[in-house]
């Protein structure tokens, strides 16, 4: 119980990634916000999961992250409830495909917001917070297109590589102070939603679910394996440790050798 007695937000929580790192924090003895969209049925299922095997506060804030009002409001809703935030993980993510060509505006737009600006706003709210108490954790979801590119992505991709500069600067700013600050980079990760895609590929193909899993990965990996929302979690659990205390600024490859090609 490495965390017990620190406070988490964790953004875009509810599902997938996100929520696979709020549970690794969780049983690790911290106390979790969650935050996203999901029906209110299963956000308070999640919470109760949470709560039961892990015996820790576990709260959520639906705030909108696509403006700083909305950080900023999630961000003391936090702090209202916990009375401080000793981990920020900057995870909330959208995506939309398209070429650059015909990619609409307002889809740039939004992508950039929620999956970039989001994460400044909030590492601009907590640390204050963080450098008062001599210590903090911030870890942004990045990807490993946030090291390489990919067609009909530029937003996300765009929003990935500002997602390990805001990680640099950070972690070089707070570089003695307490806090460090990192960047997950995940390659092809079986979340729900992949899982779904899987099984769709496979009933069009007349595939098998295994079948596909290794055409999808395979497109872009060496190794024929997706990450899990636990192993993410899990390396999340490592960078809050005193072990990764002077690991900052750095992107952290968890992709199978994607970006090693």
Not at 11 to 31: K, Q, V
Not at 71 to 79: D, I, K, L, N
Not at 130 to 149: C, D, E, F, P, Y
């Amino acid at each position: 119980m490495g965390l017990h007695g620190k406070f988490a937000l964790v953004t875009g929580s509810t599902s997938g990634i996100g929520l696979g790192i709020a549970r690794a924090l969780a049983a690790d003895g911290a106390a979790i916000m969650l935050n996203g969209f999901a029906a209110p049925a299963d956000i308070e299922r999640e919470k109760s999961a949470i709560e039961a095997e892990f015996g820790v506060r576990v709260g959520y804030s639906g705030a909108d992250l696509s403006s700083g009002a909305g950080v900023r409001q999630m961000v003391a809703e936090t702090e209202a409830a916990f009375g401080q935030i000793d981990v920020l993980v900057n995870n909330a993510g959208i995506q939309f495909v398209e070429d650059i060509a015909e990619f609409p505006e307002e889809k740039w737009d939004a992508i950039i917001a929620i999956n970039l600006s989001s994460a400044f706003h909030g590492i601009k709210a907590v640390t204050p917070g963080m450098k008062a108490r001599g210590w903090g954790r911030i870890i942004n979801t990045a990807s490993a297109h946030g090291l390489v590119g990919s067609p009909q992505k530029v937003a996300y991709v765009a929003a990935k590589h500002g997602i390990l500069g805001i990680t640099k600067v950070a972690g070089i700013e707070l570089a003695n102070t307490g806090i460090t600050v990192n960047a997950i980079c995940p390659g092809w990760v079986l979340t729900p939603l992949v899982e779904k895609q899987l099984h769709d590929r496979a009933g069009r193909n007349g595939t098998s679910f295994e079948q596909e899993k290794i055409a999808l990965v395979s497109e872009k990996q060496p190794m024929t394996q997706f990450s899990t929302p636990e192993q993410i979690g899990a390396l999340a659990v490592f960078l809050c440790s005193d072990a990764a205390r002077t690991i900052t600024g750095a992107p952290i490859s968890i992709d199978g050798g994607w970006t090693a090609q």
